[in-house]
């Protein structure tokens, strides 16, 4: 697994170039303070973790280590379609987060900076679905529609029954909160699935989904989470609004992930959605405030 982590830094940030991404940052900056709350970053379907690179810059901001990782059957890196599609991948996800956070609490060269007691999850799309996972739940593939160009999903093929995998899963109770966005959420189709969640979650959806994501399966999923459950809807949005604004050289290739309904403003977007989430980390994790 290949990791980027962002930290509190009292040094002037500079361009920091990683292929078309420019990123405001310092290279290997000390960490800053005392021990600090970490926040593990799971992408999306053929994502990286350069995806949610200003979500993570704002957190480490706001005082808390992140850390990032490419889920190695599924990134834009090494892409796969074989491996991206299987339903492996997905069953592997929850255990590669589990290894990253035994990474960071380990084997981290600033492993004795954080505070292990304070650990977050962000996670956008299939990285939604990890989080759940990771919370408690337990999937049900025999309801879950297989990749294919419906944007939708619902023409999708069903799971053959027999492939479907039934467990064991990977939960982690390590991970104190949890910002799940626009999340697969065709394998949990109902109440039991979700039942093992009792860690507080902030959930968000776009107006439209996308990418095999319903916002009606998400709404769901937001009626069967605990009580006290942080629920946003994203006006004008679609699926793909979660991901960082993309570098001019990006939106002509990628127009799918890079272009917004009409009126919509992703920049915009993202500095309320940072700020959220920042502030729902900071609530449950009160992070030391060294900025």
């Not at 830094?9 to 361009?15: L, M, S, T, V």
């Not at 035994?102 to 004795?112: N, R, S, V």
């Not at 529609?145 to 109770?173: E, F, I, N, Y």
Request: proline residues 8%; glycine residues 8%.
């Amino acid at each position: 697994m290949k990791v980027l982590q962002w930290s509190p830094c009292d040094r002037a940030p500079g361009e920091v170039k990683l292929g078309p991404f420019v990123l405001n940052a310092v290279r290997d900056c000390p960490v800053k303070g005392g021990k600090h709350p970490l926040i593990v970053l799971s992408h999306g379907y053929g994502g990286t973790y350069l995806s949610h690179r200003d979500t993570a810059a704002a957190l480490a901001d706001a005082g808390f280590i992140v850390a990032a990782l490419n889920h190695p059957d599924d990134n834009a890196l090494t892409f796969d379609p074989a491996r991206a599609n299987s339903l492996t991948a997905l069953v592997d996800r929850p255990e590669d987060i589990r290894r990253l956070i035994d990474f960071m609490l380990t084997e981290a060269p600033d492993a004795t900076m954080i505070d292990r007691q304070k650990i977050g999850f962000f996670g956008f799309s299939r990285g939604g679905y990890t989080g759940l996972v990771l919370a408690g739940a337990e999937p049900d593939f025999k309801a879950m529609r297989t990749h294919c160009d419906d944007p939708t999903g619902k023409s999708c093929a069903l799971v053959d029954p027999a492939q479907a995998p039934t467990g064991p899963w990977v939960h982690d109770q390590r991970i104190k909160a949890f910002v799940i966005a626009d999340p697969l959420a065709s394998v949990f189709p109902s109440a039991r699935t979700l039942s093992g969640i009792s860690a507080p979650v902030q959930l968000w959806r776009s107006q439209e989904g996308g990418d095999g994501v319903s916002p009606k399966e998400v709404d769901a999923i937001a009626a069967n989470l605990p009580a006290g459950t942080v629920f946003h809807v994203v006006p004008g949005s679609r699926h793909f609004a979660f991901l960082a604004v993309c570098p001019e050289a990006m939106r002509a290739s990628l127009s799918e992930i890079c272009t917004d309904p009409n009126g919509f403003d992703r920049a915009a977007f993202h500095e309320r959605l940072n700020s959220a989430v920042s502030a729902f980390f900071q609530e449950h994790l009160q992070p030391s405030g060294n900025r």
